[in-house]
């Protein structure tokens, strides 16, 4: 069990820029959330998915940002045109679907905008 | 919708002394209670959670929360703190019922000093 993994760490992008994350979950795991938390702030849910399928979206999740798990394994959280407002810890999660309430973190992706 | 409410945003103690950290939630049904440790620039570390049973949990490091249903809340504690505890703690729940996810305080700051 190597835990939940996030790369980048840090990224520094400019203003308009496109961006993309990515998390592999711990490898049984079938649901993976990914939450952004922003300075002085809890973590806040941004959308959720049982194996490839995506089944909740909050309404954070501007048009500008996009996820994907594309075989239920590692998934990709892109963000299209980045805004300052954008700066954030964005968060990746997993679970097992029989135990959704043992959410495992990953270190997070750090997004600072220009 | 459910919310959580931590009252201090920060608590600064010495190093050997006892401390509590508050958390209060609001839900129209009942929820999992759960308390998450963050170092800087790291993810979130599950601290102890209640699901059921009795009230009183232990947690990792020494730490231990109350469940008061009546009083809805969920307060954090150790007996004696050590410059290591120094971090951001949140206090998160989630509903039992269905699908849910993480609904997190917005976090209580333990500065603790020599």
């Known amino acids: 069990d190597t835990g939940v993994s996030q790369n980048p760490r840090h990224k520094i992008t400019k203003r308009g820029q496109n961006v993309t994350f990515r998390c592999d979950p711990i490898?049984?795991?079938?649901?993976l959330y990914w939450y952004r938390q922003t300075l002085g702030q809890g973590p806040e849910f941004l959308t959720y998915f049982q194996n490839e399928a995506q089944l909740e979206k909050s309404r954070l999740l501007s048009d500008r940002f996009s996820a994907e798990r594309p075989k239920g394994s590692f998934s990709t959280l892109e963000i299209q045109r980045t805004e300052q407002g954008d700066s954030a810890m964005y968060l990746c999660?997993?679970?097992?679907?029989?135990?959704?309430?043992?959410?495992?973190f990953g270190p997070g992706t750090r997004l600072t905008v220009t | 919708a459910q919310s959580v409410t931590q009252l201090d945003s920060q608590v600064p103690v010495f190093e050997e002394a006892p401390v509590e950290l508050r958390c209060n939630y609001s839900s129209s049904v009942s929820v999992y209670l759960f308390w998450y440790v963050q170092y800087p620039n790291q993810g979130l570390q599950l601290l102890l959670k209640?699901?059921?049973?009795?009230?009183l949990v232990k947690g990792i490091n020494g730490f231990e929360a109350e469940f008061n249903k009546s009083q809805t809340s969920f307060h954090l504690r150790k007996p004696s703190v050590h410059i290591s505890d120094t971090a951001e703690y949140f206090c998160?729940?989630?509903?039992?019922?269905?699908?849910?996810?993480?609904?997190f305080g917005k976090g209580t700051m333990l500065l603790v000093s020599p």
């Open positions: 209640y699901l059921s049973g009795s009230t």
């Open positions: 998160a729940v989630i509903l039992i019922s269905g699908y849910s996810t993480l609904t």
């Open positions: 999660a997993s679970s097992l679907e029989q135990q959704g309430h043992e959410q495992y």
């Open positions: 490898s049984e795991h079938n649901r």
